[in-house]
């Protein structure tokens, strides 16, 4: 098997008694989300995790040492040891240094995947896994309303795409309008789960399909007041999503902008000493405009300008040492250099993981980068 394979496979250990009342001790794939093989349960028989065949769990990635750790049941408890792997076996973020007792929902991080460890009467368990395939299903329906880059042309679109552990409601997109504008939108649907994510997938189709009704796509503000009442949180269940939408003119060279509880998207350009904030100040989607028309801006983009629109997962992450972060200490990200060979949305996600010490992301972290000619 390609060590550079991301791929799970499991051989079945034995299994507790088959009663809906069996405590089962349960191995669950988080991290890579769309890792076809979920689960694994562990049984009397110790497993061993590691990157070849040959193990009971494999995690085909260079990360992952040929026999990175086992995990046995001893008296009731599942008892991890990592077994002298190149990259260590963390649990909750701290590498371990000698066999460690696993409490229940402990994570375990193995390389680039994360495995949550569950522990519960196995009718508790098959529901929460219920729940699990209907996040999943979810979370695949908005990756699928993501569009396709944009490597050539006037305006060029790369983004990145990190989702967390956590089923959240982030979307962005972008599309040229009829008279040869160009849109683009990012939006933030507020909490996690599944009605979140198709509260971000809704709001993403009907911006890719031209619009809420009655309002120009070019007109800022009036697809924000649009969306505002098609969104209205009383018929939304109380649910709400920001959002930063955009219309660029290839002729005049001028951006219009709106922002609906948003932060700001910001402009480098060459020579400035400092990004540009181009944000205005609205209520989120959904709260109601109470009759006002939203405030929108406008920017000039000068050629060579590059604009960055993100998510707050990005930066509202917690530092090892317990320290908050804010989007202060993202932004100076944004104006240090590039990385010769890494592009410029995966150097943006990178510096992310790095602020947030590199524990996984507890929300979804959307990054998208235009460059404009």
């Known amino acids: 098997m390609d060590d550079t394979e991301r791929t799970m496979i499991r051989r079945t250990a034995p299994g507790p008694a088959p009663g809906e009342d069996a405590i089962l001790h349960v191995l669950q794939v988080e991290v890579p989300p769309e890792d076809p093989a979920r689960r694994v349960i562990l049984g009397e028989l110790p497993i061993r995790i590691g990157r070849v065949t040959g ?33 260590g076996t963390h649990v909750n973020d701290q590498r371990l240094t000698a066999p460690t007792p696993l409490e229940e929902g402990a994570r375990l991080r193995i390389g680039p995947f994360v495995l949550a460890y569950l522990r ?19 979370a695949r329906y908005v990756r699928a309303l ?19 552990v956590r089923v959240g409601g982030d979307g962005f997109g972008y599309r040229v309008l009829p008279d040869g504008r160009f849109a683009v939108w990012l939006l933030d649907a507020a909490g996690h789960g599944i009605d979140s994510a198709l509260l971000a997938a809704s709001a993403m189709t009907v911006l890719r399909e031209g619009g809420p009704p009655g309002a120009e796509p070019g007109d800022c503000a009036a697809v924000l007041a649009g969306l505002d009442t098609m969104f209205d949180t009383e018929r939304h269940d109380g649910l709400f ?7 660029y003119d290839p002729h005049t060279r001028r951006l219009v902008h709106v922002a609906g509880g948003h932060h700001a998207a910001y402009l480098v350009t060459p020579g400035a000493p400092e990004p540009l904030a181009l944000g205005t100040r609205n209520l989120p989607v959904g709260a109601g405009l109470w009759g006002r ?8 983009i000068p050629p060579g300008a590059r604009l960055y629109l993100f998510s707050d997962g990005a930066f509202e992450t917690q530092r090892p040492d317990g320290k908050q972060n804010a989007l202060a200490d993202f932004l100076p990200v944004l104006h240090a250099p590039p990385v010769p060979g890494v592009p410029e949305p995966e150097r943006l996600l990178e510096a992310a993981r790095v602020l947030a010490g590199g524990a996984e992301f507890d929300d979804d972290v959307s990054i998208l980068v235009l460059d404009f000619d």
């Open 146 to 164: 993501l569009p396709p880059a944009i490597p050539e042309g006037t305006v060029r679109a790369a983004w990145r795409f990190e989702p967390s």
């Open 241 to 247: 999503f920001t959002l930063w939408y955009g219309v």
């Open 55 to 87: 193990n009971d769990l494999v995690l085909a990635a260079p990360e992952v040492s040929r026999s990175h750790c086992s995990i046995v049941l001893e008296d009731g408890r599942a008892i991890v040891n990592d077994l002298g792997s190149t990259n």
């Open 293 to 300: 028309a939203p405030q929108s801006g406008e920017a000039e």
């Open 120 to 138: 519960g009467p196995r009718r508790t368990l098959e529901r929460a896994a219920e729940l699990e395939r209907n996040l999943d299903r979810a």
